[in-house]
């Protein structure tokens, strides 16, 4: 017999529900007819909101707190994170509580961050800073651009998105070299066109024969400044570096120095080591660089697919069912 839950939707503080009502109405639409949907309120007492709690849906997995997390255990099933990254997540807390956690893993926003990163190797290798500025000038004709066919993209973390990059950068012609933990299968190289793999022992090769170098990994403490100044001199001045997955993947300052003194040719960033951003940090000002605000992931496909993997883990738990892409 299914059950009628009581789901609870935690807006992230940047993102209120009233500045994004397509995802909670995307929320609603699924789960009114066969549950009942709050949204927190954070400017209400805590514990009353989640006394009678059987789901959580926690945006990104940053909005959670471990006040939360006490006023919900006695009842809560599930902690639904609607997102990929668990960097920013208290997961040995939650484990303490007993209460399982899922989340939304990297094939929900993959076509949207590596639709992001090509638009970043597109405006990058034809200097879109540049061309803007001479507009604005009434310079016309200049600067010139460079072409992808021919150029070797590195991509660091053949996942999801990494993959997805691959097919798109593949129909411009550029040749792909990838690095990844795991043993990357021979199906794997025809589909995705990939002329070199290797793992992580190889990276330092991948970085210094790239043209541009995209990196598509999670954060541990292991990836932690896996491009740190050592790997940024060894790529080619003529490179471009791109990341839309997380910004303490690289070493900022490295790259802000490697940038300001022509070490590499360019970079495209959407996350960043520390948000919200410093809208001083010299790295805005650089015309080599083209930057957003941690947008790669923000597209109606990549929330429709989330809300429907949230919705589907509600119907789960109420069945009786194993929830998807539990990661506690």
């Known amino acids: 017999m299914t059950e009628r839950l009581n789901v609870l939707y935690l807006p992230h503080p940047a993102i209120p529900d009233t500045n994004d009502p397509e995802r909670v109405r995307t929320l609603e639409d699924l789960l009114v007819d ?10 209400q007492p805590v514990a009353p909101q989640f006394a009678e709690i059987d789901f ?4 990104g997995g940053s909005v959670g707190t471990r006040e939360m997390v006490d006023a919900a255990a006695h009842r809560c099933r599930m902690w639904q994170i609607h997102g990929t990254g668990l960097d920013h997540f208290d997961m040995d807390y939650w484990r303490s509580k007993n209460i399982p956690v899922c989340n939304c893993p990297g094939p929900f926003s993959a076509v949207a961050l590596s639709e992001c990163a ?3 190797i597109l405006m990058l290798t034809r200097r879109y800073n540049q061309v803007k500025d001479n507009l604005e000038k009434g310079v016309m004709y200049r600067p010139f651009g460079f072409e992808l066919d021919g150029l070797r993209l590195g991509i660091v973390g053949l996942g999801a998105s990494g993959t997805e990059l691959a097919q798109r950068a593949v129909g411009f012609g550029m040749k792909i070299s990838a690095i990844d933990i795991r043993d990357i299968g021979d199906d794997e190289v025809e589909k ?3 002329e070199f793999h290797g793992k992580p022992d190889q990276l330092d090769k991948v970085i210094s024969e790239c043209d541009v170098l995209s990196v598509h990994l999670h954060l541990t403490d292991e990836t932690r400044h896996i491009i740190d100044q050592r790997r940024l001199d060894l790529m080619k001045p ?9 910004g303490a993947l690289v070493d900022e300052d490295a790259l802000l120095i490697a940038l300001q003194e022509g070490k590499i040719a360019g970079a495209g960033i959407d996350a960043y080591g520390q948000e919200p951003l410093d809208p001083s940090w010299p790295i805005f000002k650089l015309p080599n660089v083209i930057t957003t605000n941690h947008i790669s992931g923000a597209t109606d496909g990549t929330w429709r697919k989330r809300c429907e ?8 738990i109420a069945a009786g069912l194993e929830p998807l892409y539990r990661v506690d």
């Open 34 to 43: 066969k549950h009942n949907f709050f949204i927190f309120d954070p400017d």
């Open 56 to 59: 959580v849906i926690d945006i």
């Open 118 to 120: 090509m638009m970043f």
């Open 192 to 194: 995705y066109g990939i």
């Open 238 to 246: 003529t490179s471009y570096l791109i990341n839309v997955a997380r």
């Open 309 to 316: 993997c949230s919705a589907e883990n509600v119907d789960r």
